[in-house]
């Protein structure tokens, strides 16, 4: 593993030079704002017509139409949701001026070639391990979330330090950056979303409360069960993993673990997992979801609705609105 710090960092290669973000939702926000707090010179690049112009504006940020903003700019982030990539890379790639840096925080576009860039820039990726809101928190706490940092294409021999300058002024070189490529980010992160953290973690949460509740058990109590204090486990294992949780959950739970935790996840879910990786791999879900957006959407929005239908969800926002102490 090669991990950079902020001690590793030259930030001179983007002292007045301009960085221009594309987008302003969670990263983008994040992104821009930490920016300019570090003294960057930073532009965003939206449509006039867009939601979020006048968030943009209210934030005291410089916007331009894209292919205005990108015009004299050293870096070019691409903040954007993954499929409105491609098509925004042919309109701004005229007004890019030769030898700058085009920048990722997900691979998916380079790595599946939606997006092949000129060869005279600069191709890199600054990938935060976390959502814009905690970017900016941690920022605004003197903190930093952990990156991933990845040259694709490297025209100026200059790629990696302007990189490595742009996590600094997002505050990622506080935690570490750890050097990857644009394929390892891109196939690990559609896999952890898709194998553990969301789908995964979703389905064998449905699951559990399907399974109390075809037993006879009341819903709520099995909500409570399977997802409410899911979050108090994932806290201890973000904290200090398996080592913490074990030592905060009673020995009759870890016992359970132990015992019962190999039983659920077995070597047949282990396959399966093989299978989603594959897919990932070979460019099959790729290929997939983007003949899905390009057909409209249909399927993600069905499967999206029966997932919003289930009964969890239902019993759920019952019992959040008894909580008064969560965030909605």
């Not at 950079?4 to 221009?20: I, W, Y």
């Not at 139409?65 to 409105?84: H, Q, R, Y």
């Not at 330090?161 to 990622?172: D, E, K, N």
């Not at 074990?246 to 396959?271: C, K, M, N, Y």
């Amino acid at each position: 593993m090669e991990m950079f710090s902020e001690t590793d960092v030259d930030t001179a290669c983007l002292s007045g030079k301009r960085v221009t973000v594309l987008g302003y939702g969670s990263q983008g926000r994040a992104h821009a704002l930490n920016l300019k707090d570090s003294g960057f010179d930073v532009v965003v690049g939206l449509r006039r017509d867009g939601a979020s112009w006048k968030r943009a504006t209210a934030d005291g940020l410089l916007v331009m139409e894209p292919s205005e903003a990108v015009k004299g700019a050293a870096i070019t982030v691409f903040l954007t949701p993954d499929l409105v990539q491609g098509d925004l890379y042919k309109d701004i790639e005229p007004s890019l001026d030769k030898g700058a840096a085009i920048l990722f925080a997900h691979g998916f576009n380079i790595h599946y070639k939606e997006i092949e860039p000129r060869a005279d820039l600069d191709v890199v990726l600054i990938a935060p391990k976390g959502p814009g809101d905690l970017v900016r928190r941690q920022y605004e706490e003197g903190h930093g979330v952990p990156c991933l940092v990845a040259v694709h294409q490297d025209a100026t021999g200059n790629a990696l330090q302007l990189a490595l300058a742009y996590s600094h002024g997002i505050g990622g070189a506080r935690a570490g950056v750890i050097k990857t490529t644009f394929a390892e980010e891109t196939e690990t992160d559609l896999f952890g979303e898709q194998a553990v953290l969301c789908g995964g973690a979703t389905e064998l949460v449905v699951a559990g409360f399907e399974t109390l509740v075809k037993a006879g058990y009341q819903p709520e109590v099995a909500y409570y069960e399977c997802m409410h204090e899911l979050k108090l486990i994932v806290d201890l294992l973000h904290e200090g993993g398996m080592k913490k949780m074990h030592e905060f959950i009673s020995e009759t739970a870890a016992w359970g673990d132990l015992q019962s935790g190999p039983r659920v996840i077995d070597e047949h879910v282990r396959e399966r997992m093989k299978d989603v990786l594959n897919d990932i791999q070979d460019g099959t879900f790729a290929r997939n979801w983007i003949k899905e957006t390009a057909g409209g959407q249909k399927e993600y929005r069905r499967l999206m609705q029966e997932d919003l239908n289930h009964p969890i969800e239902k019993v759920g926002a019952k019992l959040r609105g008894r909580m008064d102490w969560l965030e909605n």
